[in-house]
């Protein structure tokens, strides 16, 4: 059924399209916010980095004082005055540890171990010839250390910098962001060990800034996850408000869909998708047995449920006022059909559609009507108009003008069904009625129930005396032929004489004969 139940898969397919509504502003919400973290994070490391440098620098500074500061006694006697103007200015300057002195490269006079002991200088150990970054020696009293060397000829001054002051401010500056300070092939992070090894690579907001005063830079980055992490602590609302627009969209999807699929959308896609087609069942004249005309049937060609019968979508189109339109294009369709053939069809052949009330109130019918015969040669076929009776027709003006005008057309009415629904008496004087057609009950009747063949005997008896032709349907048997034949009935239509068929089968027929 086309109209009713939908099957299983188009349920599935309904929540799938409802489900994507809902995740899509779930999912660009989420890019979004994803993006703006990376974008918040990357600032954050930006704005790290250049305080560490800044804090590094003030470092430096003071170290480079003091070596300024030293830098004449080198290459003088280590005596105790040279010591001890080397530990005043250690002491009067915050960061500093030591400070010594240099001539060529031997280290001879320290803050902290006098003349008595002298150590190497390996000038290649210092970047630019000025920093180096100093790890710990395993087994050894010394500590890692930041030296700062400052050279005049011969002669250099050094003063360090504890590597517990650098690791602290890495460590204070920024609880998030992990900071590294690099000093050529070595660095140090807030963790405090000195290494050689390659520098960490940061997955998010990786950063890197260089000292413009000293041979240093400064890297700075976050761990894997960060991002998520982040939106989480950061963006609560905004999730909240995110899955609120998804149960939203998912609300206006499902809405949307079941409004499409709605019986009347689905009625007005097919109608806009020509799928009604006319079927043709043939109608004989009663004395010879040939073809006088043809009813036009209604199909429903559905993509998916194959051919519907009118019965199951006719009330329907009715109910929804889309039958007018939907018997306009059935009546454009036979035409094209018909039209290239019509020197098949004998002259005057009748062809037969069907109309309701609705179309009793729509003037629009007669113009229908008129260019439905326009396509053919003038004479070549009769039109005629079954009017059959699901809802009672209240004849106004418009009604009268109606059928005066198709009339004057030349375009018959028949009376569809006579004898059941709303049909009585008084229509055959208000619509100018041609023909009566007598319903297939009657017919059925013929040789089982004595009542319903009086009835049919009375409604031919009627018609003969009113001067209208009568059409007997339903027709399946010989007998029910002989019988109606018999009472002088004009045309006949049934099962016995032609099933509806497609137009392919129907012109073809028509071809043969
Ligand atoms: O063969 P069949 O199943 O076609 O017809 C079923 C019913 O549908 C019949 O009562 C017939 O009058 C109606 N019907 C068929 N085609 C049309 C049509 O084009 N318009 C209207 N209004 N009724 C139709
Ligand atoms: O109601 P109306 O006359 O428009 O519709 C004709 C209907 O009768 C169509 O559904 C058509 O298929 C059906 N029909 C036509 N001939 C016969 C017949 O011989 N026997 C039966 N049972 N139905 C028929
Ligand atoms: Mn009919």
């Known amino acids: 059924m086309p109209l009713a139940i939908k099957g299983h898969h188009q349920r599935q397919h309904r929540y799938l399209i409802t489900l994507l509504c809902a995740l899509l502003p779930i999912l660009l919400g989420v890019a979004i916010l994803y993006v703006q973290a990376e974008i918040s994070l990357g600032q954050s490391t930006a704005q790290t980095t250049k305080e560490a440098v800044r804090e590094l620098d003030l470092m430096l500074d003071n170290a480079s ?34 400070s010594s002195l240099a001539s060529g490269e031997n280290i ?111 890297k700075a980055g976050m761990p894997e996850g ?33 409004l499409s699929s709605a019986p009347s959308h689905e009625l007005q896609r ?74 098949l069809l004998p002259v005057g052949f009748h062809i037969t559609v069907n109309i309701t009330a609705h179309h009793c109130q729509d003037i629009n019918l007669v113009q229908d009507c008129r260019e439905f015969l326009c396509a053919f040669s003038p004479g070549q076929i009769t039109l005629v108009l079954e009017l059959t009776e699901r809802e009672l027709i209240t004849p106004s003006d418009v009604t009268h003008r109606i059928f005066q005008e198709l009339h004057e057309l030349g375009v018959m009415i028949a009376i569809d069904d006579f004898g059941t629904g709303h049909s009585s ?15 297939k009950t009657f017919v059925a009747a013929i040789g089982v129930d004595s009542l319903s063949r009086h009835i049919l005997d009375s409604i031919i008896e009627l018609s003969e005396k009113l001067g209208l032709r009568v059409v007997a349907e339903g027709i399946e048997t010989p007998a029910q032929r002989d019988y109606l034949v018999a009472q002088g009935v004009d045309f006949l239509q049934g099962y016995l004489f032609g099933r509806p068929t497609n137009a392919e089968t129907f012109i073809s027929d028509l071809r043969e004969r």
């Open 65 to 98: 004082i003091v070596a300024k500061h030293v830098l004449p006694l080198a290459g003088q006697v280590c005596d105790a005055s040279t010591q001890q103007i080397l530990r005043e200015e250690v002491t009067q300057h915050p960061f500093v540890r030591s």
């Open 108 to 218: 001879y006079c320290g803050s902290h171990f006098g003349s008595k002991r002298v150590q190497r200088l390996n000038p290649a150990d210092y970047v630019n010839g000025q920093l180096w970054l100093r790890g710990s020696k395993p087994k050894s009293a010394d500590s890692s250390l930041l030296i700062y060397r400052l050279n005049s000829g011969d002669h250099s001054a050094l003063t360090t910098v504890n590597s517990y002051h650098l690791t602290n401010a890495l460590r204070l500056i920024s609880r998030e962001v992990d900071l590294i300070l690099q000093v050529g092939p070595n660095w140090l992070s807030s963790a405090g060990y000195i290494q050689a090894a390659a520098v960490p690579v940061f997955a998010v907001a990786s950063n890197s800034l260089a000292s413009t005063r000293y041979p240093y830079s400064v």
């Open 226 to 258: 960060e991002v998520w992490r982040y939106m989480k602590e950061q963006y609560p609302a905004l999730f909240c408000l995110l899955v609120f627009l998804g149960i939203l969209a998912g609300g206006v999807g499902y809405w949307f869909q079941k």
């Open 270 to 343: 097919a109608l806009d998708a020509n799928e009604f087609i006319p079927y043709f069942q043939p109608v004989v004249r009663g004395k010879t047995l040939e073809w006088a005309g043809a009813e036009v049937l209604m199909r429903w060609q559905h993509p998916t449920e194959g051919l519907v019968r009118p019965d199951l979508f006719i009330p329907l189109a009715e109910h929804c006022g889309l039958i007018v339109p939907m018997t306009r294009a059935l009546l454009h369709q036979t035409a094209l059909l018909l039209a290239p053939n019509q020197t």
């Open 425 to 439: 008496l008084s229509y055959l004087r208000d619509f100018n009625v041609d023909y009566l057609k007598i319903d």
